[in-house]
Structures are given as C-alpha cells and as structure tokens.
C-alpha cells in the first residue's frame, strides 16, 4: 500500500505466527461450533457444546467433552497441520484429542512443554530404586501452574461461544491463571476466593493481571457454590474444572508425560487432590491415549489428599459406599477443599486404571517440599503431596519398590513464600525444628567471620538439614 507521501506502509503483521494477543476476543459464528458436544456421564444424554455448559440439562450429572476415539491415532500426528505457534503449545500441539473449538477462537500463552525431572534423592526419599522416580513440573507454566493447561481450552471455549465475563472460585492459582488468560483474551474476569486463605503471592498475580478480585467471607466450597449459583441463573461463563472444557487441556499433562517418555507409560502416577479436576481429567487422559493405541498399557493413578481435607480419600477408604464432605484445614492452602466437586468423574478414574486414594499429614506434606526444594526443583506445599504420597505408598506395600512412578508437581516454589518461612523459621507444633528447615545465618560483616563460616558449609553439604535426612525423615 502507498501512502499520501509516496512511502509504504506495511500492513503484514511482522510477528505473524507468534503468540499474539489483539485485547479484542474474535467473533466466532456459531454454525462453525456443531461439532463441539458434551455428554453426560451419569444418564448419557449428549448437549451441544456450543454454548457455556456446565451440567446435563436433564439429569444434573457432570459432562465429558467428546473426543472421537474410533480412529488410531500416531505420535506422529500431533502438532501436524497447526499453525507454528499452536503446533508449539503443550496443550493444543495435541489438537486430536482436543475438542474442535475454531482456530481463530484459540487463546494461548504458549502453555505446557514442561520438564520432566529425575533426581535419584527424592526416589531414595520414597523407597524406590534410583533412576525410578520423577516429576513432571507443571510450575513451568507461565502462571506457575498447571491451570494455564486448563484454562487456554476453558477461556478459548469462552471465546467461541461469545461470553461477555469469565468467573472462577478459587484456592489462588485458578485465579491467577483465569486473570492471565481472560486479559489475553480481552474478557473481564471475575474472581471468588476465600477471604484470607489463599496465600499472598496468588492474591497478588490475580489482582496484577486485572481480574476483578472479590473476596468471600467463608471457605472454598462455599465460594464455588455460590458462584455456579450465579452462574447459572446469570449470563456468566464459569471457568471452574465443573466446565468440561477446561479438564480437557490438562489432560495434556499425561499426554506430553507419555510422550517424554516414548509412549512407554510408567507404572503408577501420583497427584494431589483437591476439586479433582487433574485426577478426572487424567483418567480421560488415559483412556483415550489407551483407545486410540497410544499406549498399549494404563498406569495407575494414585489421587493424594492432604489429611485434613479428604473427604475423597475416606470415600475410597470405606469401598466407595460413604461420602461426606467436611470442613477443610491443611497447610497445602491450594488443596483446602471439603467437597470437591469432580468427585464421581474422580471416582471413574481411580475404577478405570486400578487406581488408589491416600491422604498425607501437613508435616509429610512440608517436608517432602523441603526435600523437592532443596534438590533444587521447588514447589508450591500442595504438589508435594505427590511425593509424600509416594512414600506413604510404598511404605504400606501398595506401590510396590521396584515400580517406577511419576509424581505431578502442580505449582512452582514461588507461589507460596510465607509457607516456606514457616517451615524454615519456625518450629513444628512439637516445639522442634522442622527435619529440613534451612536457617539463614547472621554473621558479622569480616572476612574472618565467613572465613569460620565456610567450613561447616561445606561438611554440611549441598542439601541442608541432616546430611542423611532425605531418606530418613521420620
Ligand atoms: N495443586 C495445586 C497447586 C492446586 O492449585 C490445585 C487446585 C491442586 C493441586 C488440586 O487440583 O483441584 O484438580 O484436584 N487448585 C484449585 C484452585 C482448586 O482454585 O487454584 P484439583
């Protein structure tokens, strides 16, 4: 194009093919939807997916995305006939077993494509041979959890069916994550959370990427319900793992591990449990990569709950026959829920892979998060129940020590600071210091002072605490 002055104007974008936000949500039309459909996992009933959608409209049960599994499906195909930056993401890289929501609808921070860590302490920590345990890291997502997997099909969903707000209740990271999101997406976001129980450092991300921060007096569960009271009888699009949308990008997490892993699965994979969306949306996960002969094995999945608020670990516990929510209260403030809501999607998880249902103290809880820091990988208190359940398994001859055994880390060490303090600084209830705890020393500012210093920092070695505390925490 010319201008008035006789120069050129360029109008290409020069950064086309980059992740890009324009701050405007595309229209999509909604004939370009018919192939989105939800189905109902207690009565069957199939919905159309072409709008916000959270439960069957006929009997109340949850609903599952469906992913056509009739085909085969190869390594190779995926991130096959994407655009550069979707072929790059963690999560829409796997676009053929993602629901087919329009391109153009498609809000993404390059999500995924986390490592896959093996450190031969954390295996020595949980009774199992060297080389046989790992973690994949889903604080190296760019909110520092694994709800940017989420929340990119949750807000690109938003998107398509042309929601004019977004709404979460949440613990901190949904929040954090949805805030990110719907700024990319140009959409305001509104946001639930327990007053003075999420910890600063998510309160903080949430209020920094704009959403509207409202704060409940009462407790998770009781924020959730109020807000899908809201969202269903208010034209408010609800981002909460209810959505069946939104467990559909975290399946990723088992589909990029696989991947890592040669298609090869491991024998069992530990995660925490809170709402229970990672535990549904891992057993779809396995399921389809099973049914589409991507695997030719499935792993048990191990869901782990922090004492304190467990109430789907007793439901296991009493052979799936009593459920009873309860008030929660745990350190892991990420997973403080009493009532989760994916509970029956949960339930078919751990019946469809063999799976197990534990619960971990606070302490066992803190100090395989010391151990995961302190070999230099780090992570929020809730993603190290992984670990700790991972040990209390194999203690009790349910994991048995010769299998191999993936732990998900589900937010990065930076989300909760104040916890880390805590354990560093303070004592445990019993008055003495906590089995790794890691104090900062005051010396006066001479050389000759850190001179003195310098050798008890070098026999006590790379891991603080006790040098044979990581396999011999009690
Ligand atoms: N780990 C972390 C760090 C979390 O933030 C959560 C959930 C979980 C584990 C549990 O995952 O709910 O799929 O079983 N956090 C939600 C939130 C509830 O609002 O951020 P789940």
């Keep these: 194009m010319t201008a008035v002055d006789g120069s050129t104007v360029r109008t290409e974008r020069r950064f086309a093919g980059q992740i890009t936000a324009t701050g405007t949500p595309a229209r999509i039309d909604r004939s370009e939807l018919a192939s989105l459909q939800v189905r109902c ?18 009997c109340g049960g949850l609903l599952d995305a469906m992913i056509d599994t009739t085909t085969p499906i190869t390594p190779a195909t995926f991130g096959q006939g994407l655009p550069p930056h979707l ?10 077993l993602l629901p087919a929501i329009p391109e153009a609808a498609i809000v993404t921070r390059g999500e995924g494509n986390t490592p896959f860590y093996v450190d031969d302490r954390l295996a020595a920590f949980a009774g199992l041979r060297a080389g046989s345990f790992g973690v994949k890291h889903e604080g190296h997502n760019p909110t520092g959890s694994f709800k940017d997997r989420g929340m990119t099909v949750g807000v690109s ?12 209740a949440s613990t901190g990271n949904t929040s954090a994550s949805l805030a990110s999101y719907a700024a990319a997406a140009g959409i305001p976001a509104m946001v639930l959370i327990p007053q003075g129980k999420i910890s600063g450092g998510k309160l903080a991300q949430t209020i920094a990427y704009g959403a509207r921060v409202v704060q409940i007096e009462g407790d998770f ?37 696989f991947e890592q892993l040669g298609w090869d699965v491991p024998d069992v994979i530990t995660v925490p449990g ?3 969306g990672n535990t549904a949306a891992f057993g779809k996960a396995i399921d389809e990569a099973y049914a589409v002969g991507l695997i030719a094995r499935k792993p048990r999945l191990i869901t782990v709950q922090a004492a304190g608020a467990s109430p789907f670990a007793r439901y296991f516990a009493s052979g799936w026959t009593t459920y009873e929510p309860m008030h929660a209260e745990t350190v892991a403030t990420a997973i403080k829920i009493g009532d989760p809501v994916s509970t029956p999607r949960a339930r078919r998880t751990i019946e469809q892979t063999n799976g197990y249902v534990t619960m971990v103290t606070d302490e066992e809880i803190l100090d395989a998060k010391a151990l995961i820091d302190q070999v230099g990988i780090g992570c929020e208190p809730a993603s190290a129940a992984s670990l700790a359940g991972a040990r209390k398994l194999v203690a009790e001859g349910v994991i048995g020590p010769d299998e191999s055994v993936v732990g998900i880390l589900t937010g990065m060490v930076l989300k909760d600071t104040d916890a880390i303090m805590a354990y560093h600084m303070g004592d445990r209830p019993d008055g003495h210091r906590h089995a790794l705890a890691n104090r900062p020393v005051r010396v006066d500012a001479t050389l000759d002072a850190l001179a003195r210093l310098l050798d008890t920092v070098i026999d006590a070695g790379p891991v603080a605490g006790e040098p044979d505390r990581p396999a011999g925490i009690a």
């Excluded at 996992?41 to 006929?58: A, F, K, R």
């Excluded at 969903?157 to 979460?168: L, S, T």
């Excluded at 699009?237 to 997490?253: A, D, M, W």
């Design 41 to 58: 996992m207690e009565c069957g009933t199939v919905s159309p997916g072409d709008q916000p959608i959270s439960l069957c409209p006929v």
């Design 87 to 96: 072929a790059r993401s963690g999560v829409w890289r796997y676009r053929a």
């Design 157 to 168: 969903h938003a998107v398509a069916v042309g929601a004019r707000i977004v709404a979460c």
């Design 221 to 257: 569960d009781i924020a959730l319900r109020l807000l899908r009271e809201l969202t269903s009888s208010h034209d408010v699009y609800l981002t909460n793992s209810v959505n069946p949308f939104r467990p559909e990008g975290q399946k990723t997490i088992m589909l990029e591990l």
């Design 274 to 276: 809170g709402n229970l």
